[in-house]
């Protein structure tokens, strides 16, 4: 298991997000943006934004994901 943050993968909070692969971290970042969005956060609209345009174009996005992936691999577990 290991965590990342809102903040790591493009959020505006410090919200821990726990997950045994980088894909269950960035689902569960995409289900916390859009809880916080649909709350009323305003703070989390852009980044919102940008995990939408990641899902409409992956490819372009394989970038951002590889960092991402390459991010969680470098964290300890915990
Ligand atoms: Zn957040």
Same mark, same amino acid.
């Given at each position: 298991?290991?965590?990342?943050?809102?903040?790591?993968?493009?959020?505006?909070?410090?919200?821990?997000?726990?997950? @045994?692969? /980088?894909?269950?971290? %960035? =689902? $569960?970042?995409?289900? &916390?943006?859009?809880?916080?969005v649909a709350?009323?956060?305003? *703070?989390? @609209?852009? /980044?919102?934004?940008? %995990? =939408? $345009?990641?899902?409409? &174009?992956?490819v372009a996005?394989?970038?951002?994901?590889?960092? *991402?992936?390459?991010a969680f691999?470098?964290?300890?577990?915990?």
């Open positions: 298991m290991k965590t990342m943050t809102c903040q790591q993968l493009g959020g505006p909070c410090d919200l821990p997000l726990h997950g @045994e692969t /980088a894909d269950v971290v %960035i =689902k $569960a970042q995409d289900k &916390h943006l859009r809880e916080a709350s009323g956060d305003a *703070a989390h @609209e852009p /980044a919102l934004k940008d %995990i =939408k $345009a990641r899902w409409r &174009h992956p996005s394989m970038g951002w994901y590889r960092d *991402a992936k390459r691999a470098a964290l300890p577990e915990n």
